[in-house]
Structures are given as structure tokens and as C-alpha cells.
């Protein structure tokens, strides 16, 4: 059985305005840890990167120099969970997958943030779940999982429990704005890597982390994606 698994956990519950949601997910890879799975963690910028990338926009940055702003925040929430999670964790957040590579050779968990402008931390948990092997991937996001619209603006918007990556490309590429701070769900490149590395995603509501262990003992809690 395969016990390497990538956790990506959005940035709205990895940083300092929720402390005890941290330590819960603290708690929950702890207890994988002690059950034997590898786990890489990710983790997004939240509103500390969408403040950056606002104020950096209205002064006319580039959207390259926006995507480096969220890319520190997301680094900084990285440090924070890196340094709850104490001992368990590589005591670094790496930059970039071959960082990424030498710090995962210690066995310990591995938390990063970003690596490049372009993309969201989805991208970087879905090449790093492609580089070490694992099979699964668990979303920790801010929705229960992925609807067949987007249920802000269409009240009837119906949650799927399972749909394969080319429905999730049909669905999310209509609705999508790949710019700093609003890659949404998923943006163009972690689908690309999801598709040829015949990932399973878990998508889970991240609110609760009992549904990240949940998920990676088997369950389904929101919407599995599926190779095909
Ligand atoms: P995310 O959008 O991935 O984190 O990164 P988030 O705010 O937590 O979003 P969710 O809830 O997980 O979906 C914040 C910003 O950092 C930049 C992008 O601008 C992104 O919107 N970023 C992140 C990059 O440019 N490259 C990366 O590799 C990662």
C-alpha cells in the first residue's frame, strides 16, 4: 500500500488569525505520521497574499511581481505550520522542487508555500505528489467540494461526489481568471499534472481536518477526482 500522500491546505486555515485551527491539523498529521503515511504538506497565502496582491496591483505591478507577493505569504504561513509542527517537521520551507527533494530525503514532513510565479500551491502539490510518487492528493479548501457551477453566483449549484480531471478542466475553465490571487479551485497547470500523473484528488472542506485523515484513510467527504 502506498502511504505517501500530499496534503495542500489553503491559506484561509494555515495562518496566525486561526491559531487552534493550526494546531488541529497539527494533531492530524501527527497522528499519520504515528500510522506510518509520509506526508508533504502545501500551503496557501489566504488574505495576507490577497492584501499584498491588491495594494501591489492598484500601484500597477506586474502580475509576475503580484504572484511573488502571494508566493511570500504562502512561505510565511509555511514557517508558521513548519514551526507548530515542531520536531516532525524539516525545519525549512523549500523554495523549489529540487529544495523541496533534498529537504523530503530527511523522512520528516516537508511544508512549503510557492515556487513560482504562474500558479497556486495547487500546481506545487500536484508536481510534488508527481515527484515522490504518491498516488493521492488531499485538497484542504474553503467549500465542501467541486459543484457543477459556481455555487457564489448560482444558488442551484449541485455538489458532485466524483468527477474525472477532464469534467473538473470543463467545469473550472469557464469560470477561470489565472491571475495572482485568483487561480480558484484548481488553475490550468496542477490539471495538466493531475491528468499525466493519473493522481486521485480529494477535495474536503478544510474547515474541518478530521476530513484531510478522513480522506487519506479511504473516506470521501466532498468530491474525488478520478484519472478517468
Ligand atoms: P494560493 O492562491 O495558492 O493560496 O497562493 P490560497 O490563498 O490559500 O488559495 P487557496 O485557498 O489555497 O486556493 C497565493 C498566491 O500566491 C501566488 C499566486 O498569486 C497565488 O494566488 N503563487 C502561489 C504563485 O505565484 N506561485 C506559486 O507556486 C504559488
Not at 85 to 109: C, H, M, N, T
Not at 161 to 180: F, G, S, W
Request: net charge positive; with cysteine.
Amino acid at each position: 500500500m502506498n502511504k505517501t500522500v500530499v496534503v495542500k491546505i489553503s491559506g484561509k486555515w494555515i495562518n496566525p488569525e486561526k491559531p487552534t485551527i493550526i494546531g488541529e491539523y497539527a494533531r492530524v498529521l501527527n497522528k499519520l505520521h504515528g500510522e506510518g503515511y509520509r506526508v508533504a504538506v502545501v500551503v496557501g497565502g489566504g488574505r495576507v497574499a490577497r492584501e499584498y496582491i491588491n495594494a501591489g496591483r492598484s500601484l500597477g505591478l506586474s502580475e509576475a511581481m503580484l504572484d511573488l507577493l502571494g508566493i511570500a505569504a504562502t512561505r510565511l504561513n509555511a514557517m508558521l505550520f513548519t514551526v507548530i509542527l515542531d520536531d516532525l517537521a524539516y525545519p525549512d520551507v523549500p523554495r523549489s522542487l529540487e529544495e523541496f527533494l533534498q529537504a523530503w530525503s530527511s523522512g520528516k514532513i516537508v511544508v512549503c508555500g510557492g515556487f513560482q510565479p504562474g500558479q497556486s500551491t495547487n500546481a506545487v502539490s500536484a508536481v510534488i505528489a508527481e515527484a515522490i510518487g504518491a498516488k493521492l492528493l488531499v485538497n484542504a479548501t474553503t467549500v465542501e467540494g467541486v459543484y457543477n457551477k459556481d455555487p457564489r453566483k448560482h444558488p442551484d449549484a449541485k455538489l458532485l461526489r466524483e468527477l474525472t480531471v477532464d469534467e473538473l478542466y470543463n467545469i473550472l475553465v469557464k469560470e477561470q481568471h489565472p491571475t495572482a490571487g485568483g487561480y480558484e479551485l484548481m488553475d490550468p497547470i496542477s490539471l495538466m499534472i493531475i491528468k499525466r500523473s493519473k493522481l486521485i484528488v480529494k477535495i474536503v472542506n478544510g474547515a474541518k481536518p478530521e476530513n484531510v485523515y478522513k480522506a487519506v484513510k479511504g473516506g470521501n467527504p466532498g468530491t474525488t477526482i478520478k484519472p478517468e
